[in-house]
């Protein structure tokens, strides 16, 4: 009996140590259907039609590609935003989600029949990201630079690693 009561608060422990992110995981999937559901539709109607009324990669709105890592100090989120001014742009933060929306507005009205191509996306966006720490939100600090948004969350004193040099005997 000890020995199976062992092996239970072993895989407690190890439960805790890799918490179940349950944003990142649903992200994940919807991409990998998305992708499934692409290469699908693609590939089975493509030959039907010419290029002009069925473009090889039909383009939408889709979520900005985001970075996020740590640095001794910060968790840093860096998400790409081409094509955006940084008016365009809204960052929140509650809890432990980061939360970016925009929209991506056409300059000029041009008539659907004159395209040849049209692959670039319009519309507004939502991503929210999953923070791995617990942060300091209210004094985050955001840059906008060449289509890029960059944000800086201080982690809180108990989130930051603390290093302790072991003496060896």
Do not use: H
Not at 71 to 88: F, N, S
Not at 117 to 126: L, V
Not at 131 to 141: D, G, I, R, T
């Amino acid at each position: 009996m000890a020995k199976q009561e062992k092996e239970q608060e072993k895989e407690k422990g190890t439960r805790e140590l890799a918490p179940w992110r349950p944003f990142s995981e649903m992200a994940r999937m919807q991409r990998e259907m998305e992708q499934v559901f692409d290469e699908f539709f693609d590939r089975r109607l493509r030959p039907l039609w010419p290029e002009r009324w069925w473009p090889a990669r039909r383009v939408g709105v889709s979520v900005p590609a985001v970075d996020l890592y740590e640095e001794k100090d910060e968790i840093v989120a860096k998400v790409e935003l081409p094509g955006l001014g940084k008016e365009d742009i809204q960052v929140n933060i509650t809890d432990n989600l980061l939360t970016i929306k925009g929209e991506k507005k056409k300059e000029e009205e041009i008539k659907e029949d004159d395209y040849y191509y049209a692959e670039r996306s319009y519309g507004s966006f939502t991503r929210a990201v999953e923070l791995p720490k617990a942060v300091q939100f209210e004094k985050a600090k955001a840059c906008f630079k060449n289509g890029v948004l960059e944000i800086r969350l201080p982690k809180t004193e108990e989130a930051k690693r603390k290093e302790i040099k072991v003496k060896i005997d």
